[in-house]
């Protein structure tokens, strides 16, 4: 027994039989000549199979017209109309062209890099008629040659998960620790910046905005729940957000010691305490000075605090105050390592990823 044809190329073949029909279609001629129709068992099952593809394909923004010749139901046909299903003209101008050309180039992932190929030989295809327009189109970009790495196998799944509002999870790399461990995010958007392709939604497991480089993800990205689980913010600043100043802004209660951690200092929100908060903090009973300093971005505002070391104590909030001990427990095991015997001081830093 020959395989079925799957529903969505029995769809593509009934709309390319639909739009060369000379006239129209009666269902006798869609089972008989469509390809896939075949497949019912019994007329009953086809007149369904037709109807529910008739709706799929209008759903989908395609006008199958029901054409009534006389009366009779049998006489009863079905067409595409051209006239709201045709794209219109594709009119170019040279310098037109010639950015669509340079936003192709930009495709380096070879997955998509064929697609925009193809989409940019048919409309210089459709601007034949201008002179202009052609080969020559992309002198006005000369020179410009925008080069994004390739997104890699993540791409493709996180792309559809952000269309679906699926969340999703994947293995991830993080760049500041080191650290390997699963994450669940609801995906808002892909961008591209420094080179690199960047996954900006919300990770449920710090219920927080997060980015994520998609070079850093290890294995595949699976689905996590399902479509529509979420709703995207419509607008993202993307700068702001790689920046560390794309999150919500929250307060981190600090115990610092005079006289130190000057630019933390000047960011806080409530620099002079009153007695009796500190005396709230056991740790602020040795003479350290308790602020407010608002931050963003978790990791950033972590790695900065773990740089003053012993100089400033996080009192809140715990995944802060979390973040920070891991730091600098991190550099403490570097620093026991390169005493270890056997490892002499001239290998310094060797293996140590700054990045």
């Known amino acids: 027994m020959p395989s079925q044809i799957p529903p969505a190329e029995r769809l593509l073949n009934l709309v390319i039989a639909l739009v060369n029909a000379p006239s129209s279609m009666s269902k006798q001629q869609v089972r008989t000549s469509v390809a896939g129709y075949g497949d019912a068992p019994s007329p009953d099952a086809f007149e369904r199979m037709f109807e529910r593809d008739k709706d799929t394909l209008r759903e989908l923004g395609i006008p199958v017209l029901t054409v009534d010749a006389g009366g009779h139901s049998d006489d009863v046909g ?24 340079l936003a192709a180039q930009f495709w380096q992932d070879k997955t998509l890099r064929t697609d925009t190929a193809r989409a940019l030989t048919k409309l210089r295809a459709a601007g034949r008629g201008d002179p202009g327009v052609g080969d020559a189109g992309t002198d006005v970009v000369a020179g410009l040659t925008p080069r994004v790495r390739a997104a890699g196998r993540a791409f493709g799944p996180l792309l559809d998960a952000i269309q679906d509002r699926r969340p999703v ?26 080179g690199g392709w960047y996954l900006l939604g919300r990770d449920r497991d710090r219920e927080a905005p997060r980015a994520f480089r998609l070079s850093r993800i290890e294995g595949s990205v699976r689905a996590s729940g399902a479509a529509r689980a979420f709703d995207a913010p419509e607008q993202v600043d993307v700068d702001a957000f790689l920046s560390g100043r794309g999150g919500r802004e929250r307060l981190a209660r600090l115990a610092v010691v005079p006289e130190r951690a000057g630019a933390v200092r000047a960011r806080a929100a409530r620099p002079d305490r009153t007695p009796d908060v500190v005396a709230e903090d056991p740790v602020a009973s040795d003479g350290r000075d308790v602020l407010e300093v608002p931050f963003t971005s978790l990791a950033a505002f972590a790695s900065e605090l773990a740089g003053y070391a012993d100089a400033v104590v996080v009192l809140d909030p715990p995944d802060l105050r979390e973040a920070v001990v891991g730091r600098l427990r991190t550099a403490a095991g570097l620093d026991a390592a390169a005493l270890e015997p056997g490892r002499g001081s001239e290998q310094g830093d060797a293996g140590v990823d700054r990045g």
Not at 78 to 100: F, H, K, N
Not at 175 to 185: K, L, N
């Open 78 to 101: 079905y067409r595409v109309g051209l006239d709201a299903y045709t794209l219109a003209p594709v009119d170019l101008t040279s310098a037109e062209l010639g950015v669509l050309a």
């Open 169 to 194: 999870r994947f293995t991830y790399r993080a760049a500041s620790t080191g650290e390997v461990r699963e994450r669940e995010v609801e995906p808002w958007r892909l961008a591209a910046r420094r």
